[in-house]
């Protein structure tokens, strides 16, 4: 899992070959949604713990 910035400067996590962008953030998770949602049909969602270190 590592975490990296887009051009806009926004986070996005990258993971076993897919990456993720935010899309909601609570004062204890993070949920991450599947970037290539159209292009690769990915459906996947993550949930990472907040603040991620």
Do not use: H
């Amino acid at each position: 899992m590592v975490f990296i910035r887009n051009q806009r400067g926004a986070a996005k996590l990258c993971y076993e070959g897919f990456s993720y962008s935010k899309k909601k953030e609570t004062k204890s998770k993070i949920r991450w949604k599947c970037s290539q949602r159209r292009s690769e049909n990915c459906k996947g969602t993550v949930t990472t713990d907040n603040p991620v270190s």
